[in-house]
T-cell receptor, first 112, second 112 residues
Framework: NAGVTQTPKFQVLKTGQSMTLQCAQD?????MSWYRQDPGMGLRLIHY???????DQGEVPNGYNVSRSTTEDFPLRLLSAAPSQTSVYFC???????????FGQGTRLTVV | GESVGLHLPTLSVQEGDNSIINCAYS??????FIWYKQESGKGPQFIID?????DKRQGQRVTVLLNKTVKHLSLQIAATQPGDSAVYFC???????????FGQGTELSVKP
């Protein structure tokens, strides 16, 4: 049982490049979410999904897109990377809303 | 440009002492609260949770107290060990949309 798997673990992008951060969970959880974590700060919610085909914005959605075509996968897309998006990104899943969230190991992204 | 992060609140305790980490939450309608532990380079890990219909919940060496009157949450760790050194986050679940929102975090340092 792998839990929540994020790839890649590290990534360096140039300003303006696009990329997709992958997140997959094998627990059949309905609820998935993406957070970013900046130095000395807590986790801020970017986007979340309450089930396949349904997504919504969190606290800091600008510059990011998501989709949820399957229960298992919840990719996060950066369309045009900016230095302000340098951060550590965490994907999480939970059985339903309002229950314990399980986190992946994170993706450390640097935009130069 | 780059964002400047804040310094996390820190708590330094002696090994064997009890630790109390505090958290103020924002939404009086929040109905579920979680404490997470995050070690360096890892994703947040669930410690204990509590629902809003409870005032106290105990786990193994940990106790969470909820004071809804002043919107305050605390995590008590008994007989703190070096392995407890980490950043601790509280999170609240807001019923509208079921978003899990994190606090800033507190860094716990345990001195041997």
């Amino acid at each position: 049982n792998a839990g929540v798997t994020q790839t890649p673990k590290f990534q360096v992008l140039k300003t303006g490049q696009s990329m997709t951060l992958q997140c997959a969970q094998d627990m059949n959880h309905e609820y998935m979410s993406w957070y970013r974590q900046d130095p000395g700060m807590g986790l801020r919610l970017i986007h979340y999904s309450v089930g396949a085909g349904i997504t919504d914005q969190g606290e800091v959605p600008n510059g990011y897109n998501v989709s949820r075509s399957t229960t298992e996968d919840f990719p996060l897309r950066l369309l045009s990377a900016a230095p302000s998006q340098t951060s550590v990104y965490f994907c999480a899943s939970s059985e339903i809303q309002g229950t314990e969230a399980f986190f992946g190991q994170g993706t450390r992204l640097t935009v130069v | 440009g780059e964002s400047v992060g804040l310094h996390l609140p820190t708590l330094s305790v002696q090994e064997g002492d009890n630790s109390i980490i505090n958290c103020a939450y924002s939404n009086s309608a929040s109905d579920y609260f979680i404490w997470y532990k995050q070690e360096s380079g890892k994703g947040p890990q669930f410690i204990i949770d509590i629902r809003s219909n409870m005032d106290k919940r105990q786990g193994q060496r940990v106790t969470v107290l909820l004071n809804k009157t002043v919107k305050h949450l605390s995590l008590q760790i008994a007989a703190t060990q070096p392995g407890d050194s980490a950043v601790y986050f509280c999170a609240e679940n807001k019923p509208q949309g079921g978003k899990l929102i994190f606090g800033q975090g507190t860094e716990l340092s345990v001195k041997p």
